[in-house]
């Protein structure tokens, strides 16, 4: 692994903070979360955290160096690496009360009255993860095995497996937005954005901060910027693709649903030991495959598990905040989520699900999640994902099978079926059938009282 490479690949496992103009950012205003001054005890909000938010490998107190437990409440400090000018700057402060559990229930839906439209009221935002096509080779996000024989890549499967329920879901009455159309961005056209210098430097500065907690100085910021500037694959990699996630994340909390749905498929660059050492190479550093992966498997992400650097920005402590105390988002997400990958398991019955620590990067990212009677969620997992943590409402961030599995590959290769005017793999629609399916369960059951 070049050092560049090392550098990338450790920045997509810890999805960091953002300095650019976009509302996930603007909307940063601490008063928002005034309605919940003193509702919450000490012990509470220190379990919570302990248990969804803090993620014990990197550094142990990696969120309490920006947290000052009192006696009345909890402070939360600036990073000086932001604000240079203030050594220790408070940034909010959070009033203790008396309760000691989650002060309200999740998610309910007004049934429809009508029995043709049973989704009738229902607000779902599908979210095709990348953006496929002719980007995939920029976005390292393809498949290219047994010498170009099998070539797809995962926005296009993303992108069909969205419309396919998108279409299924307007049938029944729900309402949806899709973040993105086919191969293209909701940025708009990558070479627009890349012509601007500023889109670059503001993208840095944001990927820096969020990298090594501290800016640069201006020379060698400079310095830095130009050589992203000469390569145009990994600004797009690294900048574009970080900025296109927020431009989603605002789309998504305009449109204000109920839900979303990210819908991706899996692909690793290799099999790991428990102990984080690599046993098999899937993927060279352009993302092309030079292995095959042995393994297959589900799993999905809800938000939660603050990694190193993941509160930086004030906007990153806001979003925390939020999701500390907005029970709703993330208690629905695991709700719904849990529902969601036993209606997909139901169809896909002869593959597995992910169990926390295997595979191994999950132990490295992410948080389990335990249940009152003390077992684990199988397949579920908190993780600081950068459109999860910037959603208002729950979400499921889908993960399903591994594209670098030889049998998977040939399966998802094989455009046997028809979607409007495209051929597309039988599998994904047979995915997209399953979301249905599992929403239609869900929502039929969470009547509002
Ligand atoms: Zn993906």
Redesign the pocket.
Known sequence: MNSLYSLIFALLFAHGANAVEFKVREGVDFSKLDKYQKIYSLPYLASRIHNVFQHPTLDKDEIGKYLKWGEAGLTIMANPNEEPALAIKTNYFLEYGGHSAPTESVNCFKKSRNPFRPLKGLKVALDP??IGGKFSKLEK?YVLMDGGRIDFN?GDL?YYTALKLKLMLERAGAEVFMTRGKESAALGSFDDWFSIDKNIMDAYDSWRLAKFGAHKDAEGRLADIALFKAERETTFYVFFGREEMRKRADLINEFNPDFTLLI??N?YPGEYNRQGVQTRKTRDEHGQNVGTNTQNYNMLFVPGSFMKNELNEKHTQFHFLKLLLDNKIIDGSIDLCTDLLGSVMKKFKDLKTADYGDPYYTADVSLPIVKKDGQQLRGIFHRNLDMLRFLNAPSCYM?LFVQDNFEEAEILNTNNAKLKQHRVPKKILNVARSYFKGIKKYFKAKTCK
């Open positions: 993860g990348h996000k995962e993303n991706h498929y692909g993960e």
